[in-house]
């Protein structure tokens, strides 16, 4: 059983429009990581949030995590081909497990064409 | 400032044979983390240590894993007698702190032929 479901686990799209990825558990989380991650190298941290409802922005990129701190979303705008890649959540302390056994996602390839 | 690094980057062996990676963690970086990434999945928790203490380890871990970190600072993951079932990416991430932030590194892909 996965722990924190991502959807959609694909994602192919055209340069400029825009995306969300969803990152769904039944567990609450302490904290919630992002990652991208090329092939062949390991992920890259994007973003963390903490805080029920929180939402950060990173350029395009905008994160929210759930007021029950159980879910949380990646919205990107006007994607462009550099965003391609391979996106990861990442929950932490969750069901008051040791803090930092990070429980990950399957992860969502996301494909933009120019 | 360096990041996480991690050698060999990539690693060809044939089943039977034992292999070690090592894991250089940014340096001051209490926590240091082993996970495996099978393809089309997201890494999973293999181990962790605060310095030199390893405090868990997943079901994961048969008893042909071990891990050490003798110093508190670079880590060797050894694999005993390796089945192709463990051909994977091997992660290594660090963090300054229990909760803090995790960086990764840039893995070791294990191919058991």
């Known amino acids: 059983t996965q722990l924190l479901e991502q959807s959609p686990q694909f994602l192919s799209i055209q340069e400029g429009e825009n995306l969300t990825v969803y990152c769904n558990s039944s567990?609450?989380?302490?904290?919630l990581q992002w990652y991208r991650q090329e092939p062949g190298e390991g992920p890259v941290l994007l973003v963390t949030?903490?805080?029920?409802?929180e939402v950060k922005k990173l350029k395009r990129l905008t994160f929210q995590f759930g007021d029950a701190r159980k879910d949380s979303s990646l919205h990107i705008t006007a994607a462009q081909p550099g965003d391609t890649g391979l996106y990861l959540c990442?929950?932490?302390?969750?069901?008051?497990?040791?803090?930092?056994?990070?429980?990950f996602g399957q992860g969502t390839i996301l494909t933009v064409h120019p | 400032d360096t990041g996480v690094s991690q050698d060999p980057r990539h690693k060809i062996t044939k089943r039977g044979q034992n292999v070690t990676f090592r894991c250089d963690p940014i340096?001051?970086?209490?926590?240091l983390y082993w996970y495996r990434q099978t393809l089309g999945q997201g890494p999973e928790f293999l181990t962790y240590?605060?310095?030199?203490?390893?405090?868990?380890k997943s079901r994961l871990l048969s008893d042909r894993f071990s891990a050490e970190r003798p110093k508190g600072s670079f880590s060797t993951l050894e694999i005993q007698r390796t089945e192709q079932g463990d051909s994977a990416m091997y992660l290594c991430?660090?963090?300054?702190?229990?909760?803090?932030?995790?960086?990764f590194g840039p893995g070791t892909r294990l191919t058991v032929t």
């Open positions: 340096s001051e970086h209490n926590r």
């Open positions: 567990s609450v989380f302490s904290s």
């Open positions: 990442a929950g932490d302390g969750a069901g008051g497990t040791s803090y930092g056994k990070l429980t």
């Open positions: 240590f605060q310095n030199e203490a390893q405090l868990e």
């Open positions: 991430a660090s963090s300054q702190i229990a909760a803090g932030e995790q960086y």
């Open positions: 949030v903490v805080t029920g409802g």
